[in-house]
């Protein structure tokens, strides 16, 4: 498979650019979604493109929403590039393992954030304040801590530059209304448990993760990327120990590398060396073999 840092599919009108995805119109519909190696972090497009990063993550979100498809739907159509749409076929090459052929969703307005460990932006939160979101958490919890229970903690979803923002219960609430807010929050919650234990299995624990919702004719459908290295912290569960920063198989190390170079987290992002790009890609493969028990 060729690395693939962007693309120009001239046969349909580009719907939406992101900072991962090129997504293509096919009809009123459905849509294109390619996944490419460009990679992104603190909101910043990288320069370099981390090889075959898209595929992991459009084969691992592939896996997941067959495995949850009996909790909620999801938008899958078509994820086999030789059963997609003549006009296509002469990208083959670029698109096979990195792309799916998907149903047009109206998307919440919110990402879906669950935590099961103290970490990241919600660990800064609750040294502050005790809470994150509005969730008051037990007192002298320590870093990266096992929480009592999961906790929905949804966000806003940034435009291509911005940062997404936490957000409590309340302000989600405005957004979407309390019935639809409930029925996500159970569904992101269930989700989570059945991924943890799953992945708990496999020697990975699932800190936290993202999911996004669309929908259409009335109905839920899961969308975008799923339990991906990019949507989630993933650790191994054999060196977990609670109280400091845990190895991980994300992006995580890369933004570690990124922090340490000085880097203002303003664009231009700097170059990777070639050390930090294979290291990167080692851990976005290994949590694909691990989790599927496949490999690439």
């Not at 590398?257 to 987290?265: A, E, F, Y």
Request: aromatic letters at 10%.
């Amino acid at each position: 498979m060729k690395v693939v840092k962007n693309t120009s599919i001239e046969e349909y009108p580009l719907f939406s650019k992101g900072k991962v995805r090129d997504i293509y119109e096919l009809n009123d519909d459905q849509l294109l979604i390619i996944t490419t190696d460009r990679m992104s972090a603190f909101d910043v497009i990288l320069p370099d493109p981390i090889p075959f990063k898209g595929v992991v993550l459009n084969q691992l979100t592939i896996f997941w929403m067959n495995k949850f498809s009996s909790i909620v739907k999801n938008h899958l159509i078509e994820t086999e590039v030789k059963k997609f749409p003549a006009p296509l076929q002469k990208y083959a090459e670029e698109l096979e393992g990195r792309s799916v052929i998907v149903r047009k969703t109206k998307p919440l307005p919110i990402e879906c954030i669950v935590r099961g460990y103290i970490t990241g932006s919600g660990w800064k939160d609750y040294i502050k304040t005790g809470k994150v979101c509005g969730h008051v958490l037990p007192k002298d919890l320590k870093k990266s801590e096992k929480l009592p229970n999961p906790i929905f903690t949804p966000s806003t979803k940034a435009q291509l530059g911005e940062h997404d923002e936490n957000i409590t219960l309340s302000q989600a609430k405005a957004k979407i209304g309390e019935v639809l807010l409930n029925t996500i929050e159970e569904i992101s919650l269930t989700l989570y448990s059945k991924a943890q234990e799953y992945a708990w299995d496999r020697g990975i624990i699932i800190a936290d993760t993202k999911f996004e919702f669309g929908i259409k004719d009335k109905k839920i459908y899961l969308i975008d990327e799923v339990l991906t290295p990019d949507s989630s912290r993933f650790w191994p569960k054999e060196t977990y120990t609670p109280g400091k920063d845990q190895p991980s198989f994300d992006k995580q190390y890369l933004r570690d590398w990124l922090t340490n170079s000085g880097w203002d987290k303003t664009p231009p992002a700097p170059k990777l060396p070639p050390e930090v790009i294979e290291q990167t890609q080692k851990k976005y493969l290994q949590a694909y073999e691990f989790l599927t028990g496949k490999t690439l």
